[in-house]
């Protein structure tokens, strides 16, 4: 089992303004397929300090291994969660995102204004996504099958990347 958190970064749904978080369900789905349980989630609003703390917090205090953000990556002015993100980050993981928006560009070209980044942090990974569910869908799919090796990388399971074949 991958122990995961979902951080949603929004102002409306941090103020309590949301009905839903959309997004985190379909977060939660996809990584069921991969052996993942969603045991911390948190909604904080747009700020770069508290999305940071809440990513602190679940890294190295919940002991989360796979950490998935939801929204807050754009171009807005208060679009901050990939420098929160840079900001607890002690390895850069830049295939991630660059996977994420070569899939995202195969159904929109806005793709390419993410700012996504994915990073570890002791024994987790985090990665950020959009904030629209279909956003999720299609750049948590595009990595989904990596983000299981890159955990079990991470917890030390792993001594040698190739696979038979290779």
Same mark, same amino acid.
């Given at each position: ?54 990513? =602190?917090?679940? #890294?190295?205090?919940? $002991?989360?291994? /796979?950490?998935?953000?939801?929204? %807050?990556?754009?171009? +807005?002015? !208060? ?35 993410? =700012?996504?980044? #994915?990073?570890?942090? $002791?024994?987790? /990974?985090?990665?950020?996504?959009? %904030?629209?569910?279909? +956003?999720? !869908? ?29």
């Amino acid at each position: 089992m991958i122990r995961v958190g979902v951080l949603t970064a929004s102002d409306r749904g941090a103020r309590g303004e949301r009905d839903e978080d959309r997004s985190a369900a379909v977060i939660r789905e996809l990584v069921s397929g991969i052996g993942g349980e969603v045991q911390s989630y948190v909604v904080v609003p747009d700020e770069q300090e508290a999305i940071a703390a809440a990513l =602190r917090r679940m #890294a190295d205090e919940e $002991g989360m291994e /796979l950490v998935l953000t939801t929204g %807050g990556t754009g171009l +807005g002015p !208060r679009d901050v969660t990939p420098e929160a993100t840079m900001d607890v980050a002690q390895r850069l993981v830049p295939g991630i995102p660059e996977a994420m928006r070569r899939e995202g560009a195969a159904h929109t070209p806005r793709a390419m204004l993410t =700012r996504a980044v #994915a990073v570890a942090r $002791g024994g987790c /990974l985090i990665v950020n996504l959009p %904030g629209s569910p279909r +956003g999720v !869908r299609e750049n948590l799919g595009a990595v989904l099958e990596a983000l299981g090796h890159a955990v079990e990388l991470l917890r030390g399971a792993v001594q040698d990347c190739a696979r038979p074949e290779d």
